[in-house]
């Protein structure tokens, strides 16, 4: 059974550097995308960006120049947005994009609470 | 990018009614676009992807229809576990896109 399992810090301060990891427990990393998505407080779902098995990525260009995504071994997969705000304060999920499923999440990690204050 | 609108935004319903959801984006996206759950807490799930294929394990009263740039989530008679938040997604352009969200209530 395919498992994302996610981790990293929950309290930044403003400026700081984001940095969440997601592995990938009981399934195969090659042959997938791999994905962050955030969802502010109360608010919709976001894409962040995703990046595919050759290690290429596309992000939000709202966050384009703040963001990177890449993958750091064959299972797992990372997240750093530079320069937090109050704004990036949201729930961020890692998710396996299915390519036989247009590259839609058919699996999600369990979410991480990332809150930015001073 | 693409805009996704979804409507209603906020639907009160009672189990074993028919539930109908709409989407709309604003320039054609063919069929790329796939609807999620979230129940309040817990990460989505993927219920349809394609505009109309049920992801494995979703039940049959789940459907979806649509191409272009009207698309709609049919759920055939509501269950309790059903009352949760709904989400659609393009995949056919970058930056992909979520529409708002339908909150489902009883």
């Known amino acids: 059974q395919v498992q994302l399992q996610q981790w990293g810090a929950g309290l930044l301060k403003p400026s700081e550097t984001l940095s969440l990891t997601c592995a990938l427990y009981g399934g195969s990393f090659s042959g997938y995308y791999w994905s962050w998505i955030r969802q502010p407080p109360g608010k919709g779902l976001e894409w962040i960006g995703e990046v595919n098995h050759r290690g290429t990525a596309n992000y939000n260009p709202s966050l384009k120049s703040r963001v990177t995504i890449s993958i750091d071994t064959s299972k797992q997969f990372s997240l750093k947005l530079r320069s937090v705000i109050a704004a990036d304060t949201a729930v961020y999920y890692c998710?396996?994009?299915?390519?036989?499923?247009?590259?839609?999440?058919?699996?999600w990690g369990q979410g991480t609470l990332v809150t930015v204050s001073s | 990018d693409i805009q996704l609108t979804q409507s209603p935004s906020f639907l009160s319903a009672s189990v074993g009614d028919r539930v109908t959801i709409t989407c709309r984006a604003s320039q054609d996206i063919r069929s790329f676009l796939a609807w999620y759950q979230q129940i309040p807490g817990k990460a989505p799930t993927l219920l349809i992807f394609a505009a109309s294929t049920l992801q494995s394990g979703v039940p049959s009263r789940f459907s979806g229809s649509g191409s272009g740039t009207e698309f709609t989530l049919t759920i055939s008679s509501l269950q309790p576990e059903d009352f949760a938040t709904y989400y659609c997604?393009?995949?056919?352009?970058?930056?992909?896109?979520f529409g708002g969200g339908t909150k489902v209530e009883i």
């Open positions: 997604q393009q995949v056919e352009a970058y930056p992909r896109t």
């Open positions: 998710a396996r994009l299915n390519l036989v499923a247009t590259t839609t999440a058919d699996s």
